[in-house]
């Protein structure tokens, strides 16, 4: 058991940039979940996927979000037409369906954006 | 007002101390309460879980839950200069379709020879 990872660990991007981020969940876990963390703040849901679909949506995910799970295994998040508040942590977190409250997290993305 | 209140720290205790570390919360609707570790720039680390009212123990730490109180608990025994960490409380409802934990702010511990 690998883990969840996150790729990339770190981006820089320009304002207006569209940046795109990728997530691989533990490998048995059907559930995946998308979190932002600003400094000094704890996580806040963004959205989650049970296998391919994408089941839940926060407010805080606008128009300029778009996350993916094409085949239930791992995910992508995208970020069009960056701007500075998007300047956060990106977390992925994995479970099972039945265990949705034992959430196993990724590294994280840290997008700074200039 | 926030769901989740947590007191941000720091938190200085002298190694070897018992450390009690808090949340509030005002969601009624909350049954699963987490408690995760976070080091500087990394993931959040799941401790433990906690299902409704109770105290759970694992190693040098316990997690207690007063749902009366609508307050939670983390106690660490002989703390360490590794403890020195960012700890997060967290909490999910009980729906089948229960998703989202919902986080305190985090607070910061430092644990000093």
């Known amino acids: 058991d690998t883990g969840v990872s996150q790729d990339p660990r770190h981006k820089i991007t320009k304002r207006g940039q569209n940046v795109t981020f990728r997530c691989d969940p533990i490998?048995?876990?059907?559930?995946l979940y998308w979190y932002r963390q600003t400094l000094g703040q704890g996580p806040e849901f963004l959205t989650y996927?049970?296998?391919?679909?994408?089941?839940?949506k926060s407010r805080l995910l606008s128009d300029r979000f778009s996350a993916e799970r094409p085949k239930g295994s791992f995910s992508t998040l995208e970020i069009q037409r960056t701007e500075q508040g998007d300047s956060a942590m990106y977390l992925c977190?994995?479970?099972?369906?039945?265990?949705?409250?034992?959430?196993?997290f990724g590294p994280g993305t840290r997008l700074t954006v200039t | 007002q926030k769901e989740v209140e947590q007191d941000p720290g720091p938190l200085s205790v002298p190694e070897g101390a018992i450390v009690s570390l808090n949340c509030t919360y005002s969601?009624?609707?909350?049954?699963?309460f987490m408690w995760y570790r976070q080091y500087s720039r990394k993931g959040p680390e799941l401790l433990m879980y906690t299902y409704s009212s109770g105290n759970k123990e694992d190693g040098r730490f316990t997690a207690q839950v007063d749902k009366s109180s609508k307050y939670i608990s983390l106690f660490i025994r002989d703390s360490q200069p590794s403890d020195s960490a960012t700890y997060l409380c967290?909490?999910?409802?009980?729906?089948?379709?229960?998703?989202?934990?919902?986080f305190g702010t985090g607070t910061r511990l430092q644990v000093t020879l």
């Open positions: 977190a994995s479970s099972y369906r039945e265990k949705a409250y034992e959430q196993y």
């Open positions: 969601n009624s609707a909350f049954q699963y």
């Open positions: 490998s048995e876990h059907n559930r």
């Open positions: 996927f049970q296998n391919e679909a994408q089941l839940e």
């Open positions: 967290a909490m999910q409802i009980d729906t089948g379709t229960a998703s989202k934990l919902t």
